[in-house]
C-alpha cells in the first residue's frame, strides 16, 4: 500500500465512520435498528451500489470474528454480575440446551418447507439460532425491563455464541458427520476450557490492574482491553471457547472495581461502536442484492420457523424447569435477536467450500434484515402488552468512581433510573456517611448546587464527592437507597 492509497483509505475510512455516527442518531430518533443501516451503507458502496468489488469471505470471517472479540468485551466490562449472577444456571441452559433445540426445530423446518437436505437444513440453523450480543444490549439499553430479564438475555446473548461456532464448523464441513455424543462432549470440553482461561485472567488481570501503578491514565483502558483480547486468544490456542473466555474474563475486570472504571467503559464502548460499523459495513459489501431473490421466500419461511417455533419451543423447553412465569417466557422470546453474528457464521461455510454455502448465506442477510425489522423495534411494545417494565426495572442505579488520586477522595457519578425508589428522596435524608456529600445535581440539561431539603427525581443525575475511607459505604448507602427506599437500612441503625 503507498502512501496516496493510504490517504485515500483514510479518506473513505472516516467519511464512513462519521456517516454511520449520523446514522445512529437517526436510528435512535425513527427506532430502525442501527445495524440495519450500516449494512445499508455497506449494500450502497457494494457491487449494486457505488460499484465496489468485495469477494472476500475469508477476510470478512476474521474481520467479523475481531469485531465479536470486541463486542463482547465490552458487553462484558458493562455486565452487572449481581443482575446476572441469580439467572446464570438459566442462561447456560438456555445457551446449550435451548440452542440445540432450536437448531432442530429449525432445521426440520427448513428441510420440509424449503426443501434443503438434512446437513445444510442443520447447518443453517445452528448459523440462526445464535442471538446477536450487539443486538441484545443496544436494545436493552433502551427498553428498561425487570432485572432478571435484562441479566438472563445478556448472559445468554454472551454464552450462546460459543456452542453455535462449534456446531457450525461441525455441519460446514465436508467430512461424515460427528456422532452426537462427540458434539456434545467436544462443546462441553471447549466451553470448559474457554471458562476457565476467562476466569484465571479475569482474576489475575484485575489483581495486576489494580495493584501495578500505571504512569497514565490513559493506559488503564488499553491494558484492560488488551487482558479481554488476551483471553479469547489464549481460549483459543487451547482449542477452548475464545469467545466464551473473551466475555468471563470482561464480565470479571468490569465487576473489579478498576481504577478509572469510567475510562475503561467508554473506550471500551468506542471500539464496540467502531467494531459494529466496520463488521456490519463489511457483511453489507459481500451481499449482492441482484443475486438474492430467489433466497427471499426461503429466507421469509425458514425465519417464520425459527421465530414464531424454535425459539419459543427452546424458551419453554430450558426455562420452564426454572419456573420463569409464561408472560416473561414469551418476552425472552420475542427477544432473541439476531444481528451481525449469523452474517458472520454464513461466511464459515462459503470459506470451508460447503455445498450452497452461497445460497445459506444468501438466505441467513435477508433473515436478519427483515426479522430484526420486524422484533427490534416492536419490543417495546410486546413488552408493554405483556405488562414487563412496569415495576421493577432492569436498569440498575448507574455509578461511576474516578479516583481523585492527589486529594485522596472519590468521586461518584449517579445516575437515578426510571422507577428507582430514590426518587422523592431529599438530600439529607440518603444518609450519606461523614465524607460523603452531594455536591451538584443535573436535571433536564440543568445544574445546581442542591441542599439538605433537594428533592430527588428519577432521570437525575448526582455528583458525590467521598473520602478515600467512605467511598465504597457511601456507594453501597446511594444502591440501598434505590432499592428499598429511604428507610432502607433504618431498623439496622445504617
Known sequence: ???????????EFSVILLVAVVAVRFSTRSGLPSLLIYLGIGVALGPNGLGFAF???ELTQVLGYAALVVILAEGGLKTSWRSIKPVMPAAGVLATVGVVISVLVTAAGAHLLIDLDWRTALLLGAIVSSTDAAAVFSVLRMVPLPRRLTGLLEAESGLNDAPV???????ATTGPLDPWYVLAGTIIAELAIGAAVGYA???????AVKHVALPSSGLYPIAVLALTVLAYAGGSLLHGSGFLAVYTAAVILGNSKLPHGPAVRGFADGLAWIGQIGMFVVLGLLCTPSQMGSAVVPALVSGAVLVFLARPASVVAALTPFRIPWREQALLSWAGLRGAVPIVLATIPMVADAPRAQEVFNIV?????????????????VARWLRIGEGDMGQDLGIESAPLEKLHGHLLSVALAPGSRMSGVEV???????????????REGSSFVPDRTTI?????????????????????RLRAVDQGGKLAGWLRGK
Open 1 to 11: 500500500m503507498t502512501v496516496d492509497r493510504l490517504n485515500t483509505f483514510l479518506l
Open 456 to 476: 430527588l427525581r428519577a432521570g437525575d443525575e448526582l455528583l458525590v464527592v467521598t473520602t478515600e475511607e467512605v467511598g465504597d459505604a457511601a456507594e453501597r
Open 201 to 207: 485472567v479475569g482474576r489475575l488481570g484485575a489483581y
Open 165 to 171: 461456532v462449534i456446531l457450525v464448523v461441525a455441519f
Open 55 to 57: 469477494h472476500n469471505a
Open 365 to 381: 442477510f435477508i433473515l436478519v434484515v427483515a426479522f430484526t425489522l420486524l422484533q427490534g423495534p416492536t419490543l417495546p411494545l
Open 428 to 442: 439529607g435524608e440518603l444518609r450519606l456517611p461523614k465524607g460523603a456529600a452531594v455536591t451538584l445535581v443535573v
